[in-house]
């Protein structure tokens, strides 16, 4: 599981050009879509279904269901484990 | 009256603002050209990364138009300037770009929505809180003619400013050329076709000397 | 006074100006279920011309655009000096990624032997009012006498594998303004006008064109302004400059592309605007969204509208699904509507408005 979040923090920070952010930065309980967090957009939330396709295999057909899905590195993982299990 | 107050010049290995030079290309450096001038420049807009070409050059030659003219965005209302811009082959950069990812894996939302030429203009309208006119054309190449009859048509329709650019970014070839026309300037080039066509050759001047000096 | 006229429609629903009134007035869509269109192959609805094949489909519509117009007009206005071409179009011919719109242009002017250089508006999907308010603005300033204004854009993988990648793309007929909205179809065709200072060039009576303006929402590249800033702002604009109040509108053509957020900022944009009573529709649902040349075809509808008498159907609209009402027109309306409101909003934070009237 922390390998899961450890390797979603780099795949977010390649996927969405986060380029003055380090892993180091994101805790697994950071609020992605939050200012007080990473602050990502409406337009990183279609690029996370991307990312969750390219490197997990899941398949994301609407994007309401990122809302939950998206909220934290923590969700991120437990959905991916959810689906893959 | 109308004057060009300040321009901007971005090529392939020079910035330059009002023709002084600020910022040279560092071959060996492992970050993009544009990035190399962001980090020089110590501009902080994460967003920045995530703009594609276009928008990162039409970032960075703003940016530093106005902090050569630091009053000048204060001069005016939020819809009193203007953004005029041009180039020759709208966002093929970026096209090209979103097929190749298309082709190798997935279509990329965030590559999609940067395949407009015009978002440049959004970007920079986001950045200052401009809500202005705008208008973005295709030209076969960079002309005078083109910036000096829609300048006057939106300077005498309520625009009291107009921030031009061509922008023209194929493969490694950069030319850009960003430049402010206002009402009033004390001591700077008149807005004429002649005094266009000057600074805006002057940068490929700086250009081919800077070439031949490498 | 600067006139407007000649208006050709070419899409899905016909070649003609009349062929297209013909299927408005039945309500009938250009809109159908287009197989292995998607990127994993699924079939989506689109405003698809299926006539319409082979390279070079870009060019070719714009020709064919080009032989119908000049049999509206005097003849010598055509190749006058003091007429300019203005081409709208987002993307240009697909086929040339490299440099979309040089090759096609050149092509054009060439063809017509055009005595200048056609100038391209680029601006998302305002390009087309932005052509026609560029158009405007050069005849007004007495650059030009005469414009003829054209929006262009076909059906392209790149485009709807875009748009399926934002998740925009309807799945059926998009139903601009109704509550089960869910996104867009896009459609392809083409649309022209023909401006001009001289009311006298045109076969058939003009109708005249006010100055409009634009105003960016300084918000977002891709999402419309939740307060509709700058729609409000444009309209507002558009109809300061030309001292005409709300109450003098008859009639409103929407942008209205069935997303969920850009038909709620435009609810939003025209009660702030006071407008939320006058009667509105949406041409989408008979054209899909025909990006670069949405704004034209939709004028040249708007036209047909003030010359016909009619207020067409917003089709696919049942239900209010907007959080401030419209009054949606839910049926073809027999009407005399002598001054419209059209606008645009698009990517890039740009919206745009023009004001049509009868003489």
Known sequence: ?85 | MKFITAYAHLKENICAVNGEMICRRDKDSGDSWFKQIYKQQEFVYPKFHKMDVLSQAGFLTSKLIKRANPQFAEKYKDDEIAMLFANQSGSAETDQKFVHAYRNGAPSPSLFVYTLPNIVMGEIAILNKWYGESLFAVLPEFDPEFYINHCHILLSAGSEAVLCSWLEIAGNQIDVFTFLIEKEGENRSEFTADNLSKIAFAGNLHKTEINANY | MTYIGAELMISPLGKTTEENRTAMTANRSGISLIADAGFDHQNLFLSKMTDLDGPGKFTRLIIQAVEAIRNEMDDAVLLSERTIFVISSTKGDPEQINDPFNAPVSAVQQKFNLANRPLVISSACISGIVAINTAHHLIHAKLYDHAVVIGCDVLSDFVVYGFQSLFAIGDTPCKPFDAARNGISIGEGCGAVVISASENIFKNAPLQLLAGTTANDANHISGPSRTGEGLFRSVKKTMEKNGIAADELDFISAHGTATVFNDEMESIAFDRLGMSTIPLNSLKGYFGHTLGAAGIIETAASMQMIRNGILFKSLGFQEQGTSKALNIVSGNTVANPETILKTASGFGGGNASLILRSL
């Open chain 1, 1 to 85: 599981m922390d390998d899961l979040k450890e390797e979603l923090k780099r795949q977010l920070i390649e996927q969405l050009n986060l380029e003055e952010i380090t892993p180091a930065d994101i805790d697994d309980d950071t609020l992605l879509f939050s200012d007080k967090g990473l602050g990502l957009d409406s337009i990183d939330a279609l690029e996370l279904i991307v990312l969750l396709e390219k490197y997990h295999g899941i398949q994301v057909t609407k994007p309401e269901e990122g809302k939950e899905v998206f909220r934290s590195v923590n969700s991120m993982a437990e959905y991916i484990l959810k689906r893959k299990g």
